[in-house]
């Protein structure tokens, strides 16, 4: 099931992976999302375990700017349409192998970057040429538990999860003193 290479880092898109896929646009041209928080206990996790998390995306909105503020994430980027490229440039930065990158998207334009990498994953609603693509399908959709589940996949592969959990609630608790 798992490459047995170390993820490093964890590659995001958003619409149909942090989100359920649908655009909310009210008649004032604001855009809503709706993000799923077990998916950012999740990253908050792999961050703690000390795995770098990006967001790759197509489209550009206020609301993932907020939210990968909210949740810490080392790299934004908005309106790509070459995820393929970005992603070399993340893994020069981070000076890390391509087989240390987990990548989790739905839809054709992730597909390139799916196939470069050690472990890729799609949100069980993802089109059926990417979920052919993958490593690993999810149980759940996307917006709805796909990021939390497969980030707890890869972090049962390399830690105790139940040790990993309890240092983080620790730490968090210390941080709250």
């Known amino acids: 099931m798992m490459k ?23 008649s004032n041209g604001v855009e809503f999302k709706s993000f799923n928080v077990k998916d950012g206990m999740g ?3 792999a961050r703690f375990f000390g795995i770098k998390v990006a967001i790759i995306t197509g489209r550009k ?16 980027y908005e309106g790509i349409t070459n995820k393929e490229e ?8 981070l000076d890390i192998d391509l087989n240390n990158v987990f ?5 054709i334009n992730d597909l390139s970057a799916i196939k470069l990498v050690g472990f890729s994953a799609a949100p069980k609603d993802a089109v059926e040429i990417v979920k052919k693509s993958v490593d690993y ?6 917006g709805n538990g796909a990021v939390r ?11 105790d999860y139940d040790v990993l959990v309890a240092n983080y609630l620790s730490a968090k608790i210390k941080i709250a003193q």
Request: hydrophobic share 45%; glycine share 6%; proline share 0%.
């Open 4 to 26: 047995k290479s170390e993820i490093k880092l964890i590659v995001l898109d958003v619409d149909g992976v942090l989100t359920d896929g649908k655009l909310l646009i009210g």
């Open 43 to 45: 990253i908050s996790l």
């Open 61 to 76: 909105s206020e609301s993932v700017q907020i939210r990968s503020r909210e949740l810490n994430i080392d790299y934004l």
């Open 86 to 93: 970005v992603l070399f440039e993340i893994v020069q930065l």
């Open 103 to 107: 990548y989790l998207g739905d839809d």
């Open 137 to 142: 399908v999810c149980i759940f959709n996307g």
């Open 149 to 159: 589940e497969a980030i707890d996949l890869i972090l049962s592969q390399h830690v």
